[in-house]
């Protein structure tokens, strides 16, 4: 995300990124002028570790690899970014050209605040505790569902 907002100049504050959380690696990027969008995917091949190096993965996110473990871990993870760094596009990515209905530009609303906490919040996204205007936060107790 950081690259395509530094490559494209959009960024969700500005309203003309818009983050959909799938869990995917995917970016369809539109250009309004021209109603064309084209959608680019990491191919999952690129994805995952050696057996090998991914129980060495899991034991460094444990804490429990060595130094030499982690030393191992680190030169697979500069090798493999070489590899990356080198293979051409169409071995990493699937590209295509899509059709695609074009959202509709960010709308810039009002912003009100919190009786609770009195930070200020847009207006849509504020809610109603006691008969009170409330931030997400401050309308409701955070639990895990547990």
């Not at 060495?56 to 871990?73: M, P």
């Not at 493999?80 to 169409?90: N, V």
């Not at 008969?131 to 895990?144: D, F, H, M, N, V």
């Amino acid at each position: 995300m950081d690259a395509i907002q530094v490559l494209l100049g959009c960024t969700l504050g500005k309203g003309n990124l818009i983050y959909r959380d799938y869990g995917k690696q995917v970016y369809t990027i539109i250009s309004r002028e021209s109603n064309r969008a084209i959608r680019i995917a990491l191919k999952s091949a690129i994805l995952g570790r050696p057996p090998e190096t991914e129980t060495l993965f899991q034991k460094a996110q444990k804490n429990d690899a060595s130094a030499e473990e982690r030393k191992s871990l680190d030169e697979f993870r500069e090798k493999r970014m070489e590899e990356l760094l080198q293979m051409d596009e169409e071995t990493l990515f699937k590209i295509e050209y899509v059709q695609i209905d074009v959202p509709e530009k960010a709308r810039i609303f009002q912003s009100v605040e919190c009786c609770y906490c009195r930070e200020k919040v847009m207006e849509p996204r504020a809610r109603i505790r006691d008969g009170k205007i409330a931030c997400i936060p401050c309308s409701e107790e955070y639990t895990r569902g547990w």
